[in-house]
């Protein structure tokens, strides 16, 4: 799923990679064809590929794959057994590919259409217009794991790290790495969203994850919001992946992504900074004194963070390592706080 979800996203990233919503409710397509004589999933797939294409949507044939794999009961059609790959469909399941197709037509995101997809190995649900999880993000998850792993004291008394991770949509970062994470581990997750909040704690609840995280709504932005988490005590990490498009590449984004998906979740400002300033801002005074901030950023974004962050000396951030994705695109900061935990914020 995760080399086929790259692929999915290729072409729907764009040159800001990430976009916006303005509602997500989708119009009815005229009918196609009927799909007379066409009722094995080998004929589908080859049929809607064929539309697909003639109406220049994305990465045409892996859609079509994955809309009739879907309705068949596989995550892809590779992992579909052969027979199933040459059996005529109910007349329902043809009705359900149609349906399911006519949405992708409409340019809605295949993760949206199916309403689930895997991340680092879990089935999450996805649903409008909260931010589907890109496969790069996975990689900074790996980051976070490996960096853990390392860390002789990383478990300290309670055995295991208290993760705050700002902006949960899915709850993808969060539930993937306590599923990992030794189960001690704890995650306070933030999002101001309501769709967001509510979609995890569905998929904690679904991969019964609830008992060990807190979702809370709240948005960073907002004046003191790190008061609002002392009684949880400092943290040992923070990761986000928070909006970081620049906003004159908002209108360049792809329709799967301008149409369907929250613009606050990617809108980052001017230069894509502005939620991360407010969380390097303020996360010193919930982190312990030796933790550390792991973002995803847009590749114009490390050279910009590291000027900032030495134009605040008095946060004792300092940016130690830079990670890029499977594209080659430094798209990952590593940030550790060298000094004493603070008692206010700077400037506050």
């Not at 879907?70 to 043809?94: D, Y």
């Not at 970081?244 to 929250?262: G, N, R, T």
């Not at 939620?275 to 919930?286: D, K, R």
Request: hydrophobic fraction near 40%.
């Amino acid at each position: 799923m995760k080399l086929w979800g790259q692929m999915l996203w290729a072409l729907l990233s764009g040159p800001g990679r990430r976009g916006g919503t303005r509602g997500w409710a989708f119009s009815s397509c005229p009918p196609h064809s009927p799909l007379a004589g066409l009722v094995s999933a080998t004929e589908l797939v080859s049929h809607w590929t064929a539309v697909f294409e003639e109406r220049g949507i994305p990465e045409a044939r892996e859609s079509s794959e994955y809309i009739v794999a879907h309705v068949l009961g596989a995550k892809t059609f590779q992992s579909l057994r052969p027979a199933l790959r040459t059996q005529p469909l109910t007349s329902q399941q043809l009705q359900c590919v149609q349906e399911l197709s006519s949405r992708r037509l409409q340019r809605m995101p295949v993760q949206y259409i199916l309403r689930e997809w895997d991340f680092q190995g879990l089935n999450l649900k996805m649903a409008p217009p909260v931010f589907i999880p890109r496969p790069e993000t996975e990689e900074l998850v790996d980051w976070v794991l490996e960096e853990e792993a390392q860390r002789p004291c990383a478990a300290g008394t309670q055995g295991g790290p208290l993760i705050l991770e700002v902006g949960c949509g899915s709850g993808a970062i969060a539930l993937s790495l306590l599923s990992q994470l030794p189960q001690q581990s704890q995650v306070i997750a933030v999002d101001k969203e309501e769709a967001a909040i509510c979609l995890t704690h569905e998929n904690a609840q679904r991969l019964q994850l609830q008992d060990r995280i807190r979702i809370v709504p709240l948005d960073v932005t907002l004046e003191r919001w790190w008061t609002h988490l002392l009684p949880w005590g400092p943290m040992d990490l923070v990761v986000s992946n928070p909006p970081y498009v620049f906003h004159q590449d908002m209108e360049q984004l792809a329709p799967e992504i301008c149409s369907y998906e929250d613009p606050a979740a990617l809108d980052g400002g001017k230069e894509g900074m502005d939620v991360i300033i407010h969380i390097l801002a303020l996360v010193p005074q919930l982190l312990k004194g030796s933790g550390s901030v792991f973002l995803e950023v847009e590749p114009r974004h490390p050279g910009l963070v590291s000027s900032w962050l030495r134009s605040q000396p008095d946060l004792h951030l300092d940016l130690v390592a830079v990670r890029r994705d499977f594209c080659g695109r430094p798209r990952f900061l590593h940030i550790r706080r060298s000094g004493p935990q603070c008692g206010c914020p700077v400037g506050t």
